[in-house]
């Protein structure tokens, strides 16, 4: 049984395809976040509900409607670095 997080590609995909209606054939590396139909607002909608499911703050300015799913992946992997990064110097 894998009990390993989802990665960020997973997290990102499931958010869209749940929470915004995206369908996931049009969630691909290249599309950008405006293109699948989310404008500043929807964006930071969606920042709310990836901070939430990864049980930590992202900036609000994180993500923007320009990016495309491979930059916004990109984002949350590197916060995903930061904040082992965090854990292991608290340790």
């Known amino acids: 049984m894998d009990t390993s997080a989802p990665s960020a590609r997973d997290l990102l995909v499931r958010t869209l395809t749940s929470a ?13 976040l405006i293109d699948l139909g989310l404008d500043s607002l929807a964006v930071v909608e969606l920042i709310d509900q990836l901070s939430a499911q990864l049980d930590r703050d992202l900036p609000d300015d994180a993500l923007h409607p320009a990016m495309t799913v491979d930059e916004a992946v990109a984002v949350l992997e590197e916060a995903d670095e930061a904040d082992g ?7």
């Not at 915004?20 to 950008?32: E, I, N, W, Y």
């Not at 990064?85 to 340790?91: M, N």
């Open 20 to 32: 915004f209606q995206v369908s996931p054939d049009d969630v691909t590396g290249d599309a950008g």
């Open 85 to 91: 990064a965090d854990e292991a110097d608290a340790g």
